[in-house]
């Protein structure tokens, strides 16, 4: 087992910081589905049995999904970005593009000053969901928050 000092295992505990429009959303304990998937079509060429075509159809991007610990400053941090995405679809008066540009940088945690790995910049980031912890006073489990967004792309 890995002997973790205090200062190291809250950095994982936050290990992915997000931001949407300059808009800290705090640190993550865990960011999944960041992924691209390039699909493509075989095209069989008549007459010929050792050769196929390739044709690129589509680029698609997973939904991201975010997990931690319900923290004061980063769940209102979250809400109020929702708030502002709420406010903008209910008072959008046409189809324009609403939707943000979020940030997520994987930290480093090997010492004591942690410092951006690589950062990912997702286009056109809407909110899926956001689900707040499941209330159960019969057992002591950390309250936990999700958040997912949807993006049209990171490359």
Not at 126 to 149: C, F, H, I, Q, R
Request: one cysteine or more.
């Amino acid at each position: 087992m890995l002997n973790l000092s205090p200062t190291t295992r809250m950095g994982l505990n936050a290990r992915f910081h997000v931001s949407v429009d300059g808009i800290q959303l705090g640190g993550w304990a865990s960011c999944k589905g960041l992924a691209v998937t390039f699909e493509n079509e075989v095209l069989h060429v008549g007459g010929s049995y050792h050769e196929s075509h390739v044709l690129p159809t589509r680029i698609t991007y997973s939904t991201v999904t975010l997990t931690r610990a319900i923290t004061p400053d980063g769940t209102q941090a979250v809400h109020s970005w929702l708030r502002l995405m709420q406010e903008s679809w209910i008072n959008s008066n046409d189809d324009a593009d609403i939707g943000g540009t979020a940030t997520i940088k994987l930290m480093d945690t090997s010492s004591t000053l942690t410092k951006p790995v690589f950062e990912w910049t997702l286009r056109s980031v809407y909110p899926k969901s956001w689900k707040g912890p499941d209330m159960d006073a019969t057992n002591a489990n950390v309250a936990l928050e999700t958040l997912e967004l949807i993006h049209q792309g990171f490359l």
